[in-house]
C-alpha cells in the first residue's frame, strides 16, 4: 500500500480491481498501481518498449467515488510514449502507464486484453440435454422452374413449395431477401434451404434466410450479460451441440462496480447511457469473434440468440435509460419478453437473425432471475427450493408447484472482492480457499492457478509465474468464517484484540485490530472494516432470504442451489457459517454454475420453455424488500455470524460452533467490556453500517455511496431535508453536513 498521503493528492481508482488510493502529483501511473498490489504488466523496466503496461482514462462524473476524472488528469504524451506510438502504434485512448503521470483525481481501466493473469471467467455450459423445439427451422426445398404458362413469381413458388413440403402457411419474407430470391434459387439450380422463424405463440411464419441448394448448419447464442462478467454459448440449433463457449469481464465495471453507481454515472454524465451501452455490445461482439473462431463457425451461420441479464444490464444492452430503476416504484421501461431482428441493436450476425430476450420478473429481478428459475424449475417440483444468484445485487427466488417469491438485495461489491483492502476478483494469483488453525491460529491458503495449500512443499514454485495478489470472494467468505470459528472474532464480527498476545497474526490496526493472512508483499490483512463489509453483504441477502422464507409461511427450507460463477466456488459449509443462507442440510446444498446461461440456452433450444418462464414470470410474487416493515429487524440480527436469534441446528450437528463471547468495538473481550461514547466511539459504532445498506436503493439523485448518508428520525420539518427513507419513514441528511437537521 502506498505511504501515508496527503488528503489533498489526487484519488486514483483501479478497474475493474477497484483498488483505490492517493498520490502525490507527477507519480507515475505504474508505480500507483504496483503500490497498491494492482497487476499491470511490464517487461521492460518501465523504458516504454514493451507496451504491456497500457491503461485507459475513464472520463465523467463517478459520485460514488467523488471523482471526477479527465484525460486533463494526466501528463501529456512524452518522447518516450510518442515513439513507442510511432514505431508499434497504440490503440486510441490508451496511454503507457510506465510514462503517463498522475496529476489530478483518476479513473484508471486496466484492459484485459493486456493482462496474462485477468479475470477468470468460469461460465462454461453444464452438460444437460435439451429437448429441441427452436424457433428456428432449416427447410430444404424443391422449387418448379419458371413457365411462360404459369406467370407465378419465384418467391410465390418458393412460398407453394414450402407449404407443400414443410406444412408452412401465412409465410412472410424479410425485405431485405427479395432482391436476392432469384439469384439464389437459380445459383442452386432451383433448389434451396429456407431458415424459418416462428414462435409458438405465432400464426405466422417467416423467411429470415437462405441459400442455394442444401444447407445443414445453424447456430444460435446464448448470452448472460452479468454486471461482472459476461458469458457467452455458441450452440448448434440442429443437434444443440455447445459448439464453443467464452466469456469476459463486463466493461461497464469502470463506469461503476455495483449497479446503484451504473445508474448514477448515467444520471451525472450526459453521454453515460450511450456509453454503457457501447461498452457492453462491443465486448459482446468480441465474444461472438472468440466462439466464432473456436467454434469454427461464420457469423452468417448464427441465425438466433437468446439474452439474459439483470434489469439494468437488460435496459443499456437495449440502449434504454435505466434511470428509473435508481428509486422507488424502479419503474421497468419493459418487463416483458423481447423480441427483435438482432442486427436492431448493431449485433452483426445474418442479416435476419432474431434476438430474444426472456422477461424480467420486476425492477431488481431480471431476466437472468427468469432464467435460472426456468433452469432449476422450483416451480416443478414439490420441495421448497431456495435459488440465490450472488453477486453485487443478490437475486433470490423460493418457493415450489404451489407458489413462487422472488427478491433482491443490495449485497454490493463486497463478494466480489472490492471495498475489500486485500480484495480483488477471481484471477490466477488470488487466495480462494483458506483454513486456520484453530489453537497457533496459523493460516493455509490456495490461490488459484495452483493445487497446492501454502504449507506444502511446491508451493512457492506452483505460484512463481502468479504470485500471491490478493483474495478474490471465495476466499473472503472462508476468511471470515474460518476466522469465526477459530474464535478470532465474536459472533457481532469484532476481532479479539486479546489474542495478540497469543499470536502475531493478530496485530493492532488504530483502534481495532486486523489478521494477518499473509506476510510478505503484497502483506494480505482482513481488517475490522473488511469482516464489517462482509457481514453488511451477507446480512441484507439473509434478511431478503428470511422476508421470503415469512411469505411463503415457512420456517426451513428444503434444498438451496447457488447460482452463477461465483456460487460454484463458495464452500456451501462456510456460506452456513457465515450465516449467508438459512439452515438447511448441507448435502442438500449445491452449486449449480451458470444457471442463468443454461435457462438461455433452454430458451434457444426449445421455444416451449419461451412460454413456459413467460407464463411462470407472470405469476411470480416479487417481494419489495425495501418497503418490508421487518427487513430491517432481519438485517440487524443476520450481521451476526451466523445469526443472533435464528437457530442452526443441521449446521451445529456437522460444524463444531464456537462459544458465544462478546468483544467490544476497541478489540477487548469479556461480557464486562467497556463501551466507549467517544466521538470516535460513535464514528466506530456507525463504521459497522447496520443502516448504511439500505441506502444502495434511496431515491437520492446525486450519489449511491453507502457512507454518503446518515439516517436521523422525523421530528419536524428542516430546511435541510433531502428524501424519505422508503424503508422506515426516515428522513435522510446529507454526510458533508454532519447529519445535523
Known sequence: MNSPAN??????????????????????????????????????????????????????????????????????????????????????????????????????????????????????????????????????????????????????????ALMKDWGFKNLEFDF???????????????????????????????????????????????????????????????????????GTSNPQIRFGED???????????????????????????????????????????????????NPIMHHLFLGIDPTELGGAPFALAVSGAVRIKASDIGLKLNQGARLYMLPCIAGHVGADAAAVTLSEGPHRQDEMMLIVDVGTNAEIVLGNRARVVAASSPTGPAFEGAEIS???????????????????????????????????PGFLDSVQATGVTGICGSGIIEIVAEMYLAGIISEDGVVDGSLAARSPRVVANGRTFSYVLKEGEPKITITQTDVRAIQLAKAALYAGTKLLMEKQNTEHVDRIHFAGAFGSFIDPKYAMVLGLIPDCDLDKVSAVGNAAGAGARMALLNRGYRREIEETVSQIEKIETALEPKFQEHFVYAMALPNKVDPFPKLSAAVKLPPRKTVSEDGVAGDAAPRRRSREGHAARRSRGIEATFT???????????????????????????????????????????GRR
Open 422 to 456: 486485500g480484495g480483488q476478483r477471481a484471477a490466477p494469483g488470488a487466495i480462494e480457499r483458506v483454513r486456520i488453525d484453530p489453537d497457533t491460529l496459523e493460516p493455509k491458503y490456495r490461490v488459484i492457478g495452483s493445487e497446492l495449500w501454502s504449507d506444502e
Open 7 to 160: 488528503i489533498t493528492d489526487p484519488l486514483v481508482l483501479f478497474m475493474p480491481s477497484g483498488k483505490r488510493g492517493r498520490f502525490p502529483v507527477g507519480t507515475p501511473v505504474l508505480d500507483a498501481a504496483r503500490q497498491l498490489g494492482v497487476y499491470v504488466e511490464s517487461v521492460c523496466g518501465g523504458r516504454a518498449t514493451c507496451g504491456r503496461c497500457q491503461i485507459e482514462v475513464q472520463e465523467g462524473n463517478f459520485a460514488k467515488h467523488k471523482i471526477v476524472s479527465s484525460n486533463d488528469h494526466i501528463s501529456p504524451k512524452g518522447p518516450k510514449e510518442e515513439r513507442y506510438e510511432r514505431v508499434r502504434g497504440l490503440p486510441e485512448r490508451r496511454r503507457l502507464s510506465c510514462s503517463a503521470q498522475i496529476l489530478g483525481d483518476l479513473v484508471i481501466d486496466v484492459p484485459q486484453d493486456t493482462v496474462i493473469n485477468a479475470q477468470t471467467i468460469r461460465k462454461d455450459a453444464d452438460t444437460r440435454v435439451i429437448a429441441r423445439d427452436t424457433a428456428i427451422r432449416m427447410c430444404y426445398v424443391e422449387i418448379e422452374e419458371p413457365d411462360m404458362h404459369k406467370p407465378l413469381g419465384d418467391l410465390d413458388r418458393l412460398k407453394i
Open 176 to 246: 431485405y431477401l427479395l432482391p436476392q430470391v432469384q439469384g439464389i434459387l437459380r445459383k442452386g439450380n432451383w433448389t434451396a434451404t429456407a431458415a424459418i422463424h416462428k414462435d409458438a405463440d405465432s400464426d405466422i411464419a417467416r423467411v429470415i434466410a437462405l441459400w442455394p441448394g442444401l444447407k445443414n448448419e445453424a447456430y444460435g447464442l446464448a448470452c448472460d450479460i452479468g454486471s461482472t462478467t459476461i458469458a457467452m454459448h455458441l450452440v448448434s440449433l440442429l443437434s444443440g451441440r455447445v459448439a464453443a463457449s467464452s
Open 259 to 309: 449497479l446503484m453507481s451504473r445508474v448514477s454515472y448515467v444520471m451525472m454524465n450526459p453521454d453515460g447511457r450511450e456509453g454503457m451501452t457501447v461498452a457492453v455490445r462491443e465486448a459482446i461482439s468480441s465474444l461472438v469473434d472468440k466462439v466464432c473462431a473456436e467454434g469454427n463457425v461464420q457469423r452468417n451461420d448464427i441465425l438466433d440468440s437468446v439474452f439474459v441479464g
Open 696 to 738: 444502495g436503493r434511496l431515491e437520492i439523485p446525486n450519489s449511491f455511496a453507502c457512507k454518503c448518508f446518515r439516517i436521523e428520525p422525523i421530528r419536524k420539518p428542516k430546511r435541510c431535508f433531502r428524501e424519505i427513507h422508503p424503508i422506515h419513514g426516515r428522513r435522510i441528511y446529507p454526510a458533508s453536513n454532519g
